[in-house]
């Protein structure tokens, strides 16, 4: 059973840091693209960041680069989103979610995740101001 499992999410002021883990089961992440995506109350769901698992590559949101990075550890079979300088209106659940190969920016950030087969339960993050 394919399952991805979000954790790290939580409370932090504006300029904090959190990190958030997902942690893929079922299948293994070296063949896939991990994305990371976010919700907040009465918006749309929003592409944050995406890697290829394959080769490496990464994809990020414009309001989230330079600030956001993902990485991937294959052993683990867990993708990480590090997260600096938050701002307020940040505040969403995040959510992972695997696509089976490799993907770009637009099936990233621009589509939202709307290819993306498997997703996690989420993890709530509110950033204070």
């Known amino acids: 059973e394919v399952q991805l499992v979000e954790s790290g999410g939580g409370l932090v002021q504006a300029g904090g840091s959190l990190r958030l883990s997902c942690a893929a089961s079922?299948?293994?992440?070296?063949?896939?693209?991990i994305g990371w995506f976010r919700q907040a109350p009465g918006k749309e769901r929003e592409g944050v960041s995406c890697i290829s698992i394959n080769d490496g590559s990464t994809y990020y949101g414009a309001s989230v680069k330079g600030r956001f990075t993902v990485s991937s550890d294959n052993a683990e079979n867990t993708v990480f989103l590090e997260m600096n300088n938050l701002k307020p209106e940040e505040t969403a659940v995040y959510y992972c979610?695997?696509?089976?190969?490799?993907?770009?920016?637009?099936?990233?950030?621009?589509?939202?995740?709307?290819?993306?087969?498997?997703w996690g339960q989420g993890t709530q993050v509110t950033v204070s101001s």
């Open positions: 979610a695997a696509y089976e190969g490799v993907v770009n920016s637009e099936l990233c950030v621009t589509l939202g995740g709307a290819d993306f087969g498997s």
């Open positions: 079922g299948f293994t992440v070296d063949d896939y693209a």
